[in-house]
């Protein structure tokens, strides 16, 4: 199948008068991959070209077709296999040039950014046309050292969305004094907790990042950061029940505030204890879904086996017509190969090859001829083998269905006993934290 190639090439960099003496090389990057990739699309559009002209020997009219002109036929597959190999060979060289220059480009990016010259630096860093997370830091560092904090988080958002990544928002809100929304990070990394650096380093920058209004603006901040705690310790239990029930005593004192710490872990507890008993509900529920949900699948593959069918029915009936218009078309050329030979016979000036070339032509007319008659059924069922194929696929879905029955309904009712498992043994180092401080 023909692949579809584009390839961007970097926009033409102008560099200014006083720029430093490292840009020399990128020009010349530059035109040796614009010259690659006007040779790579040349050699695709003569691809596309000749992809177009071998349909014509598909199916039974392009077997016919082939007779009439094998030449032509083996001259497109060659060409076919070697506009292959050009392809191949000049996408290799374009994918080498533009690392080439890409690497040229951020290093003198680099340069500038080392030098304090963060304008400049963007402006090369922005020219990368395979901007990876590499890149994008360096221009959202660069933004951030120009003070222009709102395009920094910008470009701090285009990397991936990792919480090692967010840590870099919560900075620049920061330093922005934008308070809310650096504490409103700080939760988007916490919640839910996954146990690695960046969000130990967010609980640290919670605790560090007071204001006087930050109460107001997060009700229930205590109650969300007492949560955060809880799953920590969770996350930790069983690497050291110590450091959990220190994080669990932190979770408990928040929600305090004052009540007795007792009775807000035992408040805790119950409420470890009602998630298990929701999780145990889910699964019910879910084990009823399972039986529709497989029901469904068998309709789905019932209806695909009668649309599969109907196409068949319909390939069967064109394949027929192809091979009677194929048929009637040999029977002419058989005709008239025996006129054509009738009158070389008869002209005087008939010289040996030419009536070489017409006995030919007739036994080569009266070949496919027989062939066609010959092999009816064979010509009919390689035009609809895929149609075959297809239906027979069908079939073996559906069968695979009901032998997969039990094994389907479990699959799908998996994740509820997961978590309905998750959330017992969460209700269990819950109650054990609970005990070991009370």
């Known amino acids: 199948m023909k692949r579809i190639m584009a390839f961007a090439v970097t926009a033409t960099l102008s560099v200014a008068p006083g720029f430093s003496s490292e840009v020399d090389g990128i020009v010349e990057l530059e035109q040796k991959l614009i010259a690659q990739e006007k040779r790579l699309l040349e050699a695709e559009l003569k691809q596309d070209k000749a992809i177009v002209e071998n349909w014509k020997f598909r199916g039974i009219l392009g077997w016919l077709n082939g007779l009439f002109a094998s030449t032509e036929k083996k001259a497109l597959e060659a ?32 340069s500038f950014e080392n030098k304090g010259e963060f304008a400049k630096a963007i402006e090369f860093y922005k020219k990368v046309v395979q901007k990876d997370d590499k890149v994008l830091l360096r221009i959202a560092t660069c933004y951030q050292k120009l003070k222009d904090f709102s395009e920094a988080i910008v470009w701090y958002l285009k990397m991936q969305k990792t919480d090692a990544n967010f840590l870099y928002v919560v900075e620049c809100y920061w330093e922005a004094t934008q308070n809310k929304d650096a504490i409103t990070w700080l939760f988007r990394i916490l919640e839910p907790y996954n146990k690695n650096a960046a969000e130990l380093k967010a609980l640290e920058l919670m605790d560090r990042y007071e204001y006087a209004s930050r109460d107001s603006d997060f009700p229930g901040f205590s109650t969300r950061l007492s949560d955060v705690y809880l799953n920590k310790a969770l996350a930790y239990f069983t690497e050291s029940s110590e450091v959990a029930a220190l994080d669990y005593r932190r979770a408990v004192n928040l929600r305090a505030s004052g009540q007795d710490a007792q009775s807000i872990s035992m408040q805790i507890v119950q409420w470890y204890l009602n998630k298990v008993d929701e999780a145990r509900n889910t699964l019910e529920e879910k084990r009823g879904e399972a039986f529709e949900h497989f029901e469904y699948l068998l309709r789905q593959a019932e209806q695909k086996i009668s649309r599969e069918k109907d196409r068949l029915r319909d390939a069967e009936m064109q394949a027929m017509r192809d091979y009677e218009y194929a048929l009637d078309r040999s029977r002419r050329e058989l005709s008239e190969a025996r006129l054509h030979l009738d009158d070389v016979q008869k002209n005087q000036a008939t010289t040996p090859e030419q009536l070489t070339y017409a006995q030919k032509r007739l036994r080569n007319a009266e070949y496919r001829l027989q062939d066609l008659m010959n092999n009816r059924i064979r010509f009919i069922e390689e035009e609809i083998s895929p149609y075959m194929e297809k239906l027979e696929r069908a079939q073996r879905e559906y069968n695979q269905l009901i032998q997969n029955r039990a094994q389907i309904i479990e699959d799908y009712i998996a994740p509820y006993k997961r978590a309905l498992k998750a959330s017992e043994d969460d209700e269990k180092v819950i109650r054990r934290l609970h005990q070991m401080i009370f």
Do not use: D, P, W, Y
């Not at 292959?84 to 951020?106: D, T």
């Open 79 to 110: 060409l076919l296999m070697e506009t292959e190999q050009s392809i191949k060979r000049e996408f290799a060289g374009m994918k080498a040039s533009e690392g080439s220059l890409q690497q040229e480009v951020f290093n003198v990016g680099l």
